[in-house]
């Protein structure tokens, strides 16, 4: 190699080491935080009635509004939502990342034009509970038209048929009581839960419960290639990303990477998720 390709390679191998670790923060910061993956999944059931065959169940979870996140991004996304045709609509918790400020009344608003035929539902998160304004966010959701869920259970109807949607308390700052949310539901009935902490799961499983779908983790975050999350937090550590099936089958797990970001505004192999379920009962 002569002296003049020598240098250029020099050159060239110093700039990647220097730009690599820049443009890895401009992706991570800029980029994949509000690159949405809207994914698809199907889960069996055994005890979902056959009127309930097919149900469309959209999940999102941990938005943080207020951090790096703006009521504006919610509008877009809640038009993404609306365009899938959902049948029920869950929200597993962090609406807000700490202080609801002047985004009351627009979250409403938006928040209010969520619609479909079984209705939406929804829990607190640890984030909720920042700030001392929960009380504020529990009345923002209950009046966008979500069946708020503290330890209780709602029934969803179709012809004759029902199965149940239930909902805990945050594991982290709440009481969470599954016993009294499941109090009014038949053992026999197919029971959806709804519980910020996916690590919740290891209780439920205690429980009849078929499908539990979770937030709080992120999935982690930041991910790398071939070894997964570097950090998850308290109560979103077992069960941090995706799909888990327990007791050989009798919980079905799902964890949510949510929407917007917390901590630190990035995201990196880890984007924004919006889940999709078919419920099939066969």
Same mark, same amino acid.
């Given at each position: 190699?002569?002296?003049?390709?020598?240098?250029?390679?020099?050159?060239?191998?110093?700039?990647?080491?220097?730009?690599?670790?820049?443009?890895?923060?401009?992706?991570?910061?800029?980029?994949?935080?509000?690159?949405?993956?809207?994914?698809?999944?199907?889960?069996?059931?055994?005890?979902?009635?056959?009127?309930?065959?097919?149900?469309?169940?959209?999940?999102?979870?941990?938005?943080?509004?207020?951090?790096?996140?703006?009521?504006?991004?919610?509008?877009?996304?809640?038009?993404?939502?609306?365009?899938?045709?959902?049948?029920?609509?869950?929200?597993?918790?962090?609406?807000?990342?700490?202080?609801?400020?002047?985004?009351?009344?627009?979250?409403?608003?938006?928040?209010?034009?969520?619609?479909?035929?079984?209705?939406?539902?929804?829990?607190?998160?640890?984030?909720?509970?920042?700030?001392?304004?929960?009380?504020?966010?529990?009345?923002?959701?209950?009046?966008?038209?979500?069946?708020?869920?503290?330890?209780?259970?709602?029934?969803?109807?179709?012809?004759?048929? #029902?199965?149940? $949607? /239930?909902?805990?308390? @945050?594991?982290? &700052?709440?009481?969470?009581?599954?016993?009294?949310? !499941? %109090?009014?539901?038949?053992?026999?009935?197919? #029971?959806?839960? $709804? /519980?910020?902490?996916? @690590?919740?799961? &290891?209780?439920?499983?205690?429980?009849?419960?078929? !499908? %539990?779908?979770?937030?709080?983790?992120?999935?982690?975050?930041?991910?790398?290639?071939?070894?997964?999350?570097?950090?998850?937090?308290?109560?979103?550590?077992?069960?941090?990303?995706?799909?888990?099936?327990?007791?050989?089958?009798?919980?079905?797990?799902?964890?949510?990477?949510?929407?917007?970001?917390?901590?630190?505004?990035?995201?990196?192999?880890?984007?924004?998720?919006?889940?999709?379920?078919?419920?099939?009962?066969?």
């Amino acid at each position: 190699m002569n002296r003049r390709n020598f240098l250029k390679k020099s050159l060239f191998s110093l700039a990647s080491l220097i730009l690599t670790p820049f443009a890895g923060y401009i992706y991570s910061r800029y980029a994949e935080p509000g690159w949405l993956h809207t994914k698809e999944i199907s889960i069996q059931l055994k005890r979902l009635p056959a009127a309930f065959d097919g149900i469309r169940v959209i999940q999102f979870s941990d938005v943080h509004l207020g951090f790096h996140h703006t009521v504006e991004q919610l509008d877009k996304l809640v038009d993404h939502i609306q365009s899938l045709q959902p049948d029920l609509i869950c929200f597993t918790g962090d609406l807000f990342d700490y202080s609801v400020g002047s985004d009351a009344t627009s979250a409403v608003q938006v928040l209010s034009r969520l619609k479909a035929p079984l209705g939406k539902g929804a829990v607190l998160g640890n984030h909720d509970y920042y700030g001392k304004e929960t009380d504020k966010i529990k009345r923002i959701l209950l009046d966008s038209g979500f069946a708020l869920l503290v330890n209780e259970a709602i029934p969803l109807k179709r012809g004759s048929s #029902t199965i149940w $949607l /239930s909902g805990v308390d @945050d594991m982290w &700052d709440g009481k969470p009581d599954l016993q009294k949310a !499941l %109090q009014s539901v038949p053992k026999s009935a197919c #029971t959806l839960l $709804l /519980s910020h902490c996916p @690590d919740f799961a &290891d209780i439920a499983l205690q429980h009849s419960v078929d !499908l %539990q779908l979770s937030g709080h983790s992120h999935g982690g975050q930041v991910r790398l290639p071939f070894y997964g999350h570097l950090y998850t937090p308290a109560y979103g550590s077992k069960y941090a990303d995706g799909y888990y099936s327990l007791g050989e089958g009798k919980l079905q797990v799902y964890t949510n990477r949510g929407i917007g970001v917390s901590v630190l505004p990035i995201r990196f192999f880890c984007r924004p998720e919006l889940s999709v379920f078919t419920l099939r009962s066969r």
